[in-house]
C-alpha cells in the first residue's frame, strides 16, 4: 500500500489555531463502520452515544515544555529548539531551527546553557548536552514552551500550557497531546460516570513515534520510533470484565489504541505491562480489543490517519473527512472530532 494512498486536500483556513471554547462544545463526527451512516453532533453529546456497561479508556500523559528559545553563546543568534527524547541525564535530541555545529553552545533562559555533541547537516535533529546541576526536566516548567506543532502559525500563548493538556493529563512525559482527549470536561467525565460508563487509564508519552512523517514510498517500510506505555492491571482486568459482558471499549485517541493493541499482543492476561511499543496500524491490521474510537481529524499521509483507516476502511474514512471539510469542521490539534463506532 502507498504513502499516498493516504492524501487528501484541505484549505489551509480549516486548520484549528485556537482551541474551541469551552472544549467540549466543538464538533463531533459520529462514524458507524456497519452502515457507513454519518451523524452531525456536539461532543458535549458523547453520553447518549454510549451505553451503560461501555469502558472508556484515556491517555493520561502530560505535555511538557519541551520548546526552548535560546542564543548563541558567541554571535547572539536566536536559537528555536524543541526535546525530542532523553537519551541521558540532561542529554536530549532535539529539533534545532538555525545553523549550529557539534561544540555550539547555547544560552537559555536562567542561566542555563548547552552544547551541541551531534550534528548532521542534512538533518535538523541534534544531541545537546545541558550544563546543570538539576535534572533539566523540572527546570523545563520554568523555562519551556509548550511545543505546538508547526502547523499552528502563531506565537505560543501562556494559556496554551493549559489548553493544550487534557484536563486529566497527572503523568508528565509527552511531547505532543493526545489531542482526542482535550475536548473533556471534567463535568462531560462526569457525566460519563453518572450514565454508567467505566472510565479507565493508560499512559503513553506521545512522541517521535506519533507525529514523525512518513517518507517511504510504500507504507510497510517506515520504521515507527517507540514511545513509552504503561497499562495497570486494573485497567487491563477491567477490560477483560467489559469484554465478557459483551459491551464496548472505547479509546480515547490513537495513543490509546496503540497501547491497548500492543497490550493485546503480549498475551500477558492481567499483569501490569510497561515497556515501549513501536506498534504501527496501519489497514490489514486486526484489532483484539478496541471497539470503538475517538479521535481528531489527522495530516495527511500520516501514521495517525493510517490508524483509522485500518479501524475504518479507508474509502469510508476518506468520504467521511471530505464530509467534515464541506461542514466547516476544524482539523488537526485544536479541531473538531471524530467517534466510529
Not at 122 to 132: A, D, L, N, V, Y
Request: net charge positive.
Amino acid at each position: 500500500m502507498k504513502t499516498d494512498d493516504f492524501e487528501y486536500t484541505l484549505d489551509p483556513s480549516r486548520i484549528a489555531q485556537t482551541p474551541t471554547t469551552p472544549r467540549d462544545h466543538s464538533k463531533l463526527m459520529v462514524l458507524s463502520r456497519h452502515t457507513r451512516q454519518i451523524q452531525h453532533r456536539k461532543f458535549r453529546d458523547l453520553p447518549t452515544l454510549l451505553a451503560p456497561g461501555d469502558t472508556l479508556v484515556i491517555n493520561d500523559t502530560a505535555v511538557i515544555p519541551v520548546r526552548l528559545i535560546g542564543r548563541k553563546r558567541q554571535s547572539g543568534g536566536r536559537i528555536d529548539c524543541c526535546l525530542i527524547k532523553e537519551t541521558g541525564l540532561n542529554t536530549w535530541d532535539a529539533f534545532i531551527r538555525g545553523k549550529v555545529h557539534v561544540g555550539q553552545e547555547i544560552e537559555f533562559p536562567n542561566t542555563i546553557t548547552a552544547t551541541v555533541t551531534t550534528a548532521n547537516s542534512e538533518t535538523t535533529r541534534k544531541r545537546i548536552t545541558f550544563h546543570s546541576s538539576h535534572n533539566l526536566r523540572n527546570q523545563l516548567f520554568e523555562i519551556g514552551l509548550p511545543p505546538l506543532p508547526p502547523y499552528i502559525k502563531r506565537t505560543p500563548d501562556p494559556k496554551d500550557m493549559q489548553q493544550y493538556q487534557t484536563v486529566y493529563a497527572t503523568v508528565p512525559g509527552a511531547i505532543a497531546a493526545p489531542t482526542a482527549g482535550l475536548h473533556f470536561t471534567p463535568e462531560l467525565l462526569q457525566r460519563l460516570r453518572d450514565r454508567e460508563v467505566t472510565i479507565l487509564n493508560i499512559t503513553l508519552h506521545t512522541g517521535l513515534g506519533t507525529f514523525l512523517p512518513v517518507h517511504a514510498l510504500n507504507i510497510s517500510d517506515h520504521q515507527i520510533e517507540p514511545e513509552w506505555f504503561q497499562v495497570s492491571s486494573t485497567t487491563l482486568r477491567e477490560i477483560q470484565k467489559t469484554k465478557a459482558r459483551g459491551s464496548r471499549v472505547i479509546a480515547v485517541g490513537t495513543t490509546t489504541v496503540k497501547t491497548l493493541e500492543t497490550v493485546a499482543q503480549c498475551d500477558a492476561s492481567e499483569k501490569p505491562q510497561e515497556g515501549e511499543t513501536a506498534l504501527f496500524i496501519y489497514p490489514g491490521f486486526q484489532f483484539h480489543t478496541v471497539d470503538a474510537m475517538i479521535t481528531n481529524f489527522h495530516l495527511p499521509k500520516t501514521t495517525l490517519l493510517m490508524l483509522v483507516c485500518a479501524f475504518a476502511k479507508k474509502s469510508l474514512v476518506l468520504e467521511a473527512y471530505k464530509e467534515a471539510i464541506d461542514n466547516d469542521y476544524r482539523f488537526y490539534s485544536y479541531g473538531d472530532a471524530m467517534l466510529i463506532l
